[in-house]
């Protein structure tokens, strides 16, 4: 039996991050993680490049059902405590999309960086150690693949469902509810969308395609939307996931920023003796307005603009910005980036991430009923949410 002053269970984001602050602060730490390796989904984060954070760590990019818990630990470890961290171990970044930071060469360096602190922070670290119990009363006691491990602290740092071929799994949602701690429903997010019947053989034949468009389920976001063999993806298409309630339908801007009939209006006065797909395919991929011509005005393809009346221009106006289409369902957590809901927030502090009833545990991460939309947002919840419970345990 191995004595600890803390067990963190998982080597991912938040459980390492947690690990190296607590280990700063003198505190004896272990880091018990199921795979041969830490930091596997950080390795195949952003392309292989890591999206470690964005500038814009604001809560309203945060999903849960209090939408305020998350505020805290945002506020007490930021953006600029990361980069700054990055910056100390000569780690090159670049800004993308809308504050998106990547670093310059390989996520790898993110990975070794967090080792390399926990090191600093004389964390023990064992890969390969799947848990097979936890017992509470007094302390905690953790029998693993590794051993038995007692400290009178526990961090749950699991992670969710999402992409169960790196490991996921639902251990962190059974231990919470061992403990008596409310779960919320758990689902995919940041997922793609599938589509059956015609509507699937249109995305198999426009496969590959992409078209920036503004994509709105509950909430609107506007990015590239991604045609595939099965449906569609793209940025736009993983934040509305997030939204999305199976049976409800999602409405697509193809034209964002623009009214498609004052568009078509303008061309019939301008461009009389064209026809419509002429017209538009000045603004959207061809393919993609012959999908729609022969779903939406084929009677009128070869009619030229200048012949059309008004009222066909609203109506095909109406389509280009407010394409309705109806999922099927998403490709689930096969695929999925992160995992809605988890470990209710009523049942942690906001500042320390510590139960409420079970003194000496804490759930921090991804575990936890708080999810950042695509970005690098749910990194920068892992390193705060990670950073509040390692300065307390």
């Not at 970005?375 to 920068?380: D, S």
């Amino acid at each position: 039996m191995q004595h600890y002053d803390v067990i963190v269970l998982g080597g991912g984001a938040a459980g390492l991050f947690c690990a190296l602050t607590a280990g700063r602060r003198g505190r004896r730490v272990v880091v018990l993680e199921g795979a041969n390796r830490v930091g596997k989904k950080i390795l195949m984060s952003g392309g292989g490049r890591c999206n470690f954070t964005n500038l814009y760590c604001a809560p309203d990019h945060y999903l849960s059902a209090n939408p305020k818990f998350c505020i805290s630990a945002l506020h007490r470890f930021t953006q600029y405590d990361f980069i700054a961290l990055v910056d100390r171990h000569g780690i090159a970044w670049h800004e993308k999309t809308a504050g998106q930071l990547f670093c310059d060469v390989s996520s790898k360096q993110i990975v070794a960086m967090l080792a390399a602190e926990c090191a600093d922070a004389g964390v023990r670290i064992e890969t390969g150690s799947d848990v097979t119990a936890v017992e509470h009363g007094p302390g905690f006691r953790v029998a693993s693949a590794r051993g038995v491990f007692v400290a009178d602290a526990l961090v749950v740092a699991t992670g969710g469902l999402s992409i169960p071929k790196m490991g996921a799994s639902d251990m962190g949602y059974r231990l919470a509810r061992q403990f008596g701690l409310a779960v919320r429903e758990t689902r995919a997010g940041l997922v793609p969308f599938t589509f059956s019947g015609p509507l699937q053989e249109l995305t198999g034949r426009l496969s590959g395609v992409s078209v920036t468009a503004t994509v709105t389920a509950g909430r609107a976001f506007t990015e590239d939307i991604l045609f595939t063999h099965r449906g569609m993806s793209g940025p736009a298409m993983l934040q509305a996931s997030s939204y999305w309630r199976p049976g409800e339908p999602l409405t697509i801007d193809l034209l964002p920023g623009d009214a498609a009939a004052d568009l078509l209006r303008a061309a019939k006065r301008a461009e009389p003796r064209s026809v419509l797909r002429s017209v538009l395919s000045a603004r959207l991929p061809r393919a993609l307005v012959l999908e729609l011509q022969a779903l939406a005005w084929a009677d009128r393809a070869d009619t030229p603009v200048g012949e059309l009346p008004d009222r066909d221009l609203d109506r095909i106006g109406g389509i280009l910005n407010a394409w309705r289409v109806q999922p099927s369902g998403t490709e689930g957590y096969r695929t999925a980036e992160v995992t809605l809901g988890g470990v209710d927030t009523a049942e942690l502090s906001s500042k320390t991430m510590a139960s409420q009833r079970v003194p000496g545990l804490y759930c921090i991460g991804e575990v936890v009923d708080v999810t950042g939309h695509l970005g690098g947002f749910n990194f920068q919840w892992a390193w705060s949410s990670g950073h509040a419970a390692g300065e307390a345990v």
